[in-house]
Each structure stands twice: as structure tokens, then as C-alpha cells.
């Protein structure tokens, strides 16, 4: 049997989470800050997505609020009962002079598993976002699933970013070569919106072998990177982080 779950988070500048909805697997607690951010952790709290399931998670940090996501622990694509296609939508809206960070851990592929994820982003022309997406090919020593990601970004009411990857079996060919992952398994973007890059952009640079700083038209950059593995991928983008990110 499939399931159909939403959570939905709305936290506001005074701290407050006014709207804070668990639904199915995505249990969601508030847990302790290191800084001024309200952080929210998701708990999995079933084995999902599985084949045919339909998840989503609906994030909004409202004007002048700063809001940190992060998850427990990896979220892993699993094949169902049935030969269908999981989902995972999600949907974060950023409001004015609002920061919103979008921290979870990896996205694993499973062998067998089929799974269609969107995110899907809406910036206020002020707001801030620092976004990191993940994706594992396949737990250790088995073959990949079938995954396919984008990630869609608007700021203002103008697209930023529209990027849709694909992987595994079901996946247009080509997307293990040289040109593309060149056999790793480990494959990330960071993403970083922030006012202060509309007069300051961020400069294009290679980041090592395996990884690029693109700036974007509309005070952001683009971090894409591929590794061998989930640990050397994380070691990649927090050192972007820490280098990168506007104080």
C-alpha cells in the first residue's frame, strides 16, 4: 500500500513555528539552535519513499524569519510491492529580508527503487537561501535505482535556476561517462542566494577535480559536484560553505 503524506512548516521572525505539521514517515522536531536560526529537524519515522508513495514537504520562512531544515539521518529510495514511481515534492517560500537553509542529508538510491523528486523554491527579492542537495547512487556495492531531480528556483517572480538530473537504468544514456559522473557515486549542488552577491558576484572557479563554482544571473552561485563517495561529496560542499557563504 502507498502512502500520501505532507508536512507542512511555517516558522516566523520572532522564532515562532506557528505551523509545524507532521505527516506519515516526515516527523518533524524543533531542535536546538546553535545560532539565531530556528532549526527543524525531519525524523523519518517509516522506511520511505517506497515505490508508488507520494511525499512532500511545504517550508516557509515568512518575512524577516531565519529558518535551518536539516534531517536526521539519509533518506533512502526503496523499491515497493508494485513497479511504480515514488514521489517527493518539495515546496520552500522565502519571504522578505528572510534566510531559509535547506540542509538534509543525502538522498539515497537504492537498487530497484524508482523515484521522481522536484524542489521547488520561491525567493522574495531580499531573501536569503543556502541549499544543499545530495544524492547517493546506490548503497554500498549494489547498483544504483532509477532517480530523477530538479530543482526549480524563482526569485521575485523570475526564474533563477531550472536543473533536472537523471540517473540509473532508467535514465538517458550517458549519465555514468566520462562527460558526466566518470564512475563516481556521489553527486551534490549547493546552492547560495544572498542580496549582497548582486554587487559583489561570486567569481567562477574550478573547486579541485571534481567540482564548480558557477555564478548566477540574480545574486547566486552554484556549487556541482561528483565523488566517489557520500563522505568525500560532504567534505566538498562544507568546505564551500565555509569559504563562500556571506557573513
Request: proline share 6%; aromatic share 4%.
Amino acid at each position: 500500500m502507498s502512502i500520501r503524506a505532507t508536512a507542512r512548516i511555517v516558522a516566523t521572525r520572532d522564532g515562532g513555528l506557528p505551523v509545524l505539521t507532521s505527516d506519515g514517515p516526515l516527523a518533524l522536531r524543533r531542535t536546538r539552535a546553535t545560532g539565531p536560526c530556528t532549526r527543524v529537524t525531519v525524523v523519518g519515522a517509516m522506511s520511505a519513499p517506497l515505490g508508488g508513495d507520494r511525499l512532500a514537504i511545504e517550508a516557509e520562512a515568512a518575512d524577516g524569519a531565519r529558518l535551518h531544515i536539516d534531517s536526521a539521518a539519509a533518506t533512502i529510495a526503496l523499491p515497493g510491492r508494485l513497479p511504480e514511481q515514488a514521489h517527493y515534492d518539495v515546496r520552500l517560500t522565502v519571504g522578505e529580508e528572510a534566510e531559509l537553509r535547506w540542509l538534509p542529508e543525502q538522498l539515497i538510491s537504492a537498487y530497484g527503487s524508482d523515484l521522481r523528486m522536484r524542489t521547488r523554491v520561491e525567493l522574495a527579492a531580499s531573501a536569503r537561501l543556502v541549499l544543499r542537495e545530495e544524492q547517493i547512487l546506490g548503497r554500498y556495492g549494489e547498483e544504483p535505482g532509477t532517480l530523477a531531480t530538479r530543482l526549480t528556483v524563482h526569485r521575485a517572480g523570475r526564474p533563477l535556476l531550472d536543473q533536472e538530473l537523471g540517473y540509473g537504468p532508467g535514465a538517458p544514456g550517458g549519465w555514468d561517462g566520462g562527460a558526466v559522473l566518470g564512475g563516481n557515486r556521489a553527486v551534490g549542488q549547493l546552492l547560495v542566494v544572498d542580496p549582497v552577491f548582486e554587487e559583489k558576484p561570486a567569481q567562477a572557479r574550478l573547486l579541485g577535480e571534481s567540482a564548480v563554482l558557477t555564478p548566477l544571473a540574480g545574486a547566486a552561485f552554484l556549487v556541482t559536484a561528483v565523488a566517489p563517495d557520500a563522505r568525500q561529496l560532504r567534505s566538498v560542499l562544507d568546505e564551500v560553505l565555509c569559504a563562500e557563504l556571506p557573513e
